[in-house]
């Protein structure tokens, strides 16, 4: 496969394998293929349920694989690393915004707004190209998705240790 004019080499990797991995059953998170002389194809994935363990990826894996080896896309030497997005996952697409509402967010701009460049907040989906995020004073801001850098969810603790407080309040009342 030669890249096409206009398409990556990572948008040519991504059209051949998105179907083998919808068809196994996941969702492609992210593909990004990496390195010089030695290039790493990562592939981030899920159920669709948000999950992913180590079975998930080996078979992922394996079915990827055989895509790969059938259609020999890239020249060189590569390493394949199939893995879940994890607790911090970086949101890559739009509908990642209305997706993950509700739940934290650190997102860095390229540009400063309001005389910065990295904001930490709830998400409240996406409206006419902007994403919205709950600032923890309240407030509600609009981050224009064309000068994110990058996006990232966070890991909310404080959600946490109330559903941990909630679940042992529940198993003391089973008792």
């Known amino acids: ?7 990556s080499t990572a948008n040519l990797l991504e059209a051949l394998i998105a179907p083998a ?16 002389k030695r290039k790493t194809l990562q592939i981030m994935a899920e159920r669709p349920d948000g999950q ?3 079975e998930d990826c ?4 394996r079915a ?9 896309p890239l020249a060189e030497e590569y390493v394949l ?3 879940s997005p994890g607790l911090d996952r970086k949101l ?6 209305a997706r993950f509402d509700g739940k934290l967010a650190k997102i860095q701009t390229r540009i400063p707004l309001q005389h910065q460049k990295v904001f930490k907040g709830r998400l409240r989906g996406l409206q006419n190209g902007n994403i919205r995020l709950e600032t923890p004073k309240g407030d509600l801001m609009e981050i224009p998705l064309d000068v994110v850098h990058e996006a990232r969810l966070e890991f909310d603790w404080e959600a946490e240790m109330a559903r941990s407080k909630a679940e042992s309040a529940s198993e003391r009342e089973e008792k």
Do not use: Q
Request: charged share 25%.
């Open 58 to 61: 080996a078979l992922l894996s």
């Open 21 to 36: 991995v919808e068809a196994a059953g996941y969702r492609l998170v992210r593909l990004k293929l990496m390195g010089g």
């Open 52 to 54: 992913m363990d180590v």
């Open 1 to 7: 496969m030669h890249e096409s004019e206009g398409l």
């Open 92 to 97: 890559v697409k739009a509908a990642d915004y």
């Open 64 to 72: 990827v694989s055989e895509v790969l080896e059938a259609s020999d």
């Open 81 to 83: 690393e199939v893995s």
